[in-house]
């Protein structure tokens, strides 16, 4: 039995703890009120939610406050970095309700899809008067491309150069022909020969999945008549999207690294598990948080539709060279192995860190963050 004055001060201490965590919570509704207003202003200014260098300066401010207060600037960082993530959300919704140039029809072609019943979505809360046209539409695709202001073809890859040659002797002169494929060099020359008005190339970076747009990648490949264009890419941009502009070419390029080879060696990861029968729960009773975190984006392949990942993959002749490169280059280890060549390795190790460079500091901070989290979760 403990002593009563124990207990009582003890009480009286969580008493006061109570108090305070009331009183941070009066202060982040404070704080949400003030957020707000500021959203207001935004608004009426037609401004984007996110303003990534005031971010940058309120987190370095709370981190000299924190440490002039004896906390821990690491802990408060992560603390605001969510409070702004929760804010930038919030504004981001409502922003998102106002359309850049709301009443303007616009078409969605393979809007049955994934992606096509995605951004109606988006379209509609905007404001705008959103059309569909899937497969079984084109007998009206006259009047369904009567008086639309943009077209967004988003289609499997293989349709969609088919699609646009289909769909543009039905455009508007001045309507924006836009579409949303994950390459870009054949359906931006499909779409620049076959329609003279305005062009945009887009490659939202994220999938249908995603619930706000709230700093996802736009990755913006212009055409023709960019200022013609530019309301669509404020649109993205008021949904809270990034935009990054690039040409077809480089797209292309980059993302047969960061999302073909990506995806063919997770897969090939996950073949081999399979192939080796291993069992998967009992690996992941003995594992390292980094074990857990490369089987978490395994298994996080294997949870989703096989061709999502097969029309990234096999999307052109320029990828699947790129994969018989990597698996080429996975084949010169083999003489390592067989005769144990630790020196080689080691010296291929080395040579490939100075490579990485500078990345290499980032990528140790980044991931060990990740895994912080995980061990925090699970
Ligand atoms: P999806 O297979 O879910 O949908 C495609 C839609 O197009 C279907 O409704 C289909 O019936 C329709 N369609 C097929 N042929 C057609 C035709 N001839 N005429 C009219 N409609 C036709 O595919 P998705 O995942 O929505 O992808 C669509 C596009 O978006 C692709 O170009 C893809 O590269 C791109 N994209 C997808 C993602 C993603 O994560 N899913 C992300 C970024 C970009």
Redesign the pocket.
């Known amino acids: 039995m403990l002593p009563k004055h124990y207990e009582d001060a003890l009480n009286g201490l969580r008493r006061d703890i109570d108090a305070v965590d009331g009183k941070i919570i009066s202060l982040l509704a404070e704080r949400r009120r003030h957020v707000e207003q500021v959203l207001a202003l935004k608004k009426e200014h037609h401004q984007p939610a996110y303003h990534p260098a005031r971010e940058e300066d309120l987190i370095s401010d709370r981190r000299r406050q924190a440490d002039a207060a004896g906390l821990d600037p690491e802990h408060i960082e992560e603390l605001f970095r969510s409070i702004l993530r929760r804010s930038r959300v919030s504004q981001t919704a409502h922003i998102s309700r106002r359309g850049i140039r709301p009443g303007a029809a616009v078409l969605l072609?393979?809007?049955?899809?994934?992606?096509?019943?995605?951004f109606q979505k988006w379209f509609l809360d905007a404001g705008y008067r959103v059309r569909g046209?899937?497969?079984d539409?084109?007998d009206h695709v006259e009047e369904l491309c009567d008086g639309i202001e943009l077209a967004i073809?988003?289609?499997?890859?293989d349709?969609?150069i088919?699609?646009i040659e289909?769909l543009t002797p039905n455009l508007p002169p001045d309507c924006v022909l836009a579409?949303?494929?994950?390459?870009k060099t054949a359906p931006m020359t499909a779409m620049l020969a076959s329609h003279s008005g305005p062009v945009l190339g887009l490659?939202?970076?994220?999938?249908?999945t995603t619930s706000t747009m709230d700093k996802q990648i736009v990755a913006v490949t212009p055409g023709r008549r960019p200022s013609d264009c530019q309301w669509v890419l404020d649109q993205f941009t008021a949904w809270g999207a990034i935009l990054v502009e690039t040409d077809p070419k480089e797209h292309d390029d980059i993302m047969a690294i960061v999302q073909s080879l990506r995806h063919f060696a997770t897969f090939s990861f996950g073949r081999f598990l399979w192939q080796k029968c291993v069992n998967l729960e009992r690996s992941l009773e003995f594992s390292s948080p980094i074990y857990r975190l490369e089987l978490g984006m395994v298994g996080r392949l294997f949870a989703q539709d096989a061709?999502?990942y097969s029309?990234?993959i096999f999307?052109s002749s320029h990828r699947r060279a790129l994969l018989l490169d990597f698996v080429a280059s996975l084949a010169e280890n083999l003489g390592m192995l067989e005769n144990g060549n630790k020196a080689e390795f080691n010296r291929q190790f080395e040579q490939i860190s100075e490579w990485f460079g500078p990345f290499s500091e980032q990528a140790l901070r980044e991931s060990s963050y990740l895994i912080d989290k995980l061990i925090e979760r699970f």
């Open positions: 072609v393979g809007a049955g899809g994934g992606m096509g019943r995605y046209l899937d497969r539409g084109w073809v988003s289609v499997p890859i349709a969609t088919s699609v289909r579409d949303i494929t994950s390459i490659h939202p970076l994220f999938g249908p061709t999502l029309e990234i999307a």
